[in-house]
């Protein structure tokens, strides 16, 4: 994003007035470090000056110091609360230095200023960072709809969250209508996949959960999703190998697996699956 | 606003089901540090505490946490015609502290059905003194739970020895002082009960003298940590003895096989039902163990939070097939968080459907907001191995449901249901009972008997649903059927066939 909200200052002293100058000139020529020691040095003369402090803000969050940024922006926002475009540069900046969940708050109050795509996105965003997934897949669809280019980007983004919120209702059309343009992508044929067969039962996402497999074979989740479905619909010798590639990262499969090395007459192997299986879940609980 | 006498205003749902509130509201003692047990409570105890052929109604109640004023429990008498007066203090119900759940049976067998009450500290017994008034028998009968936190109980039978034992469901240890404050979606919400150290459930022996033994230990039952949430009763093999079926949050059921001489072997993983066969363990909330494909054997179906369904097995005999995903169960209820269920022939069309009381663990002013609301829901037995959305709940307002019982309160053949919610007042759905089909009522009493009509088998259990107890008629739909033959088996092996006329209700004893 481009910063163009540098704030013009009045009432200054020559001297100051000239600091001022020689920071705006430093922000527009990208020599955000020289800014950020011009804005701290006219900070210290004039700390009563609120404006100084977004101006600072700006300048770290241009500089990539956010951490130091988001302290500044908390500053002028203190005394400056409505809803503006601050709180979209705040909310960004907070989102850098990895603190979404505080993001989330303040680029709520910048969609209460402007409901724009730019900042639907940035907020479903920052809701996804968080795991609040139900209001990041809402969020995206508000942006998709606003949006002229990104769309599909936005509409495949809302199908993953409201995925990962398990709100399948919800993800299943959204995947339904997207699926022709993504019909190569092993992680989305994955996440359809998955819905489909808890949506609607094993049988509905099978194949795509074996075309994702077929495209990406590392792809460890889709190869434990796979290995369900399979033990699902009965094909237990198909399901062992993507079962034993998933379960070291996922150990509920190992109760699947051993319903498949049962079923195809590996008793020891369904026996020491189980008690893996027992041990493992127990120390999760 | 005064509850001493019970005049219901029914609102029409769809269907022509009609809804009612009922007897004072469900306290919780929820506060913004979320103390995990104001999601707890809910139970009902439906039963004829007076023995005048109708059922009545018990609500344990909650009160302030971590320790504060009790609100008190209610006792509702079922004067006919959807008519109750509530009866509790004049019966000695008021309660002593925070309680959960209910078990009704007569364990002196006197006659009247006693009631035990299940609770944040322990349990309390109390004795049907037969005149409308019960005492307070725990210590007499030298009941202690050690202050555990239970939340359901099973009176049953365990040796065929003609009096009733008691199975105490204990949840987790909980300790105000050092809970935690967790976040869900960035607010204060109920912690996962990983949090919570597991307890182990309680055994007790009836001596025949009023008093009872803590035999949890030779038992074998004390031998199983878990975070028990309800338990189902029923001779699961078929070789004479009340077996055992306990739902755990978060973490694998335990199926107590009943081996005889008062010994229980655990084997949950051996029969197939520890946790569904995709491996994701479940926080398994209510139970109901019933005959849904009739034939003849009972299965099981309980309650699980969202993205987890509602897993329903097939008892094959010896071991269960999970059907949650051949039945259809899994699609309709992946989205879906519940508490309270039970089989119930809603339609009289002789196949049980499943109904559910929704709503989410987490707080609705926590994380989910007012999406840990949900109405209660109905599955429609299809009679195929298969079930559907049932018709006629769907304008039920949303709220966090707990309890469910179903049961024929004004004996017209159709099973009514009541709900419990949290912070609000229980409520009642009247069935419509139109175009449903024939019935049969028999009331046998004594858990553990069997009784057969045709394909259909039911068992008397007083255990039902999540923390809650019905001992009362087995209700039968019957489809178009006008005359059935009845066979009753009691726990003691004594078996009595009759025939009879359908659309009535019948009293059977040995």
Known sequence: MKLLLLFLLSALLPAQEDTAAAAARAMREGRFAEAERLYRALIKQIPQEPRLQLNLALALHSGKKYADANAAFAQFLKTNPPPGPVHLVAGLSLLKAGRACDAAAVLEKARRWQASEQVLTELADAYAACKRYPQAGAAYLAAAAKATANAGRLQRAAARSFWQARDYPAARPLFTALGPAFENDAEFLYESGDTLARAEGFAAGLPLLERSVELAPGLTPARGALGRALVEAGRHAEAIPHLVAASPADATLLMPLSRAYKATGRVEDAARAEQQYRQSLSTQN | MKWSSLNLLFLTLAGNWTVAPLGPVLVTGESVKKPLPATTPGGIAVFDYNNDGRLDLFFPNGGALPQGPKAPNALLRNNGNFQFTNVTAAAGLTGLDYDLGAAAGDYDNDGYPDLLTLGLRGITLYRNQGNGAFTNATAAARLDNRGRWSVAAAWFDMENDGDLDLFVVNYVQWNPATEQVCLVVGKPDFCHPRHYAPEPNALFRNNGDGTFTDVSAPSGIAAHKGKGMSVAAADFDADGLIDLYVTNDRTFAFYFRNLGQGRFEECAFARGVAV???????????????????????????????????PLYRNLGQEFEETTAKS???????????????????????????????????????????????????????????????????????????????????????????????????????????????????????????????????????????????????????????????????????????????????????
């Not at chain 2, 479940?282 to 699980?304: C, F, H, I, W």
């Not at chain 2, 663990?361 to 049932?390: D, I, M």
């Not at chain 2, 024929?408 to 009247?430: E, F, K």
């Open chain 2, 328 to 510: 259809r169960l899994a699609p309709l209820t992946r989205a879906l968080a519940g508490w309270g269920i039970a089989f119930a022939d809603l339609d009289n069309d002789g196949w049980k459907d499943i109904l559910a009381a929704r709503s989410d663990a987490l707080s609705a002013t926590g994380g989910y907001g007012a999406k840990a609301k949900e109405p209660p829901a109905w599955f429609r037995n299809q009679a195929n191995g298969t079930f559907a959305h049932g018709a006629g709940w769907a304008a039920l307002e949303p709220a966090m449901y707990r309890g469910l019982v179903a049961a024929d309160l004004n004996a017209d053949g159709c099973l009514d249901v009541v709900l419990t919610a949290l912070q609000a007042t229980p409520r009642l759905l009247r069935h419509p009972c139109q175009g449903a089909g024939n019935w049969l009522s028999v009331d046998v009493r004594a858990p553990g008997t069997r009784v057969r009509i045709g394909a259909q088998t039911r068992w008397v259990s007083s255990a039902t649903g999540y923390a809650s107890s019905y001992l009362g008629p087995l209700h039968f739909g019957l489809g178009p059927a006008q005359q059935v033959d009845v066979e009753v088996t009691w726990p003691d092996g004594r078996t009595r066939r009759i025939a009879t006329a359908v659309n009535r209700a019948i009293q059977l004893k040995p």
């Open chain 2, 276 to 310: 569904p066969q995709d491996g994701r363990p479940v926080s398994g909330m209510g139970v109901s163990a019933e005959d849904y494909d009739n034939d003849g054997r009972p299965d099981l179906v309980y309650t699980a939070l969202r993205d987890e369904t509602f």
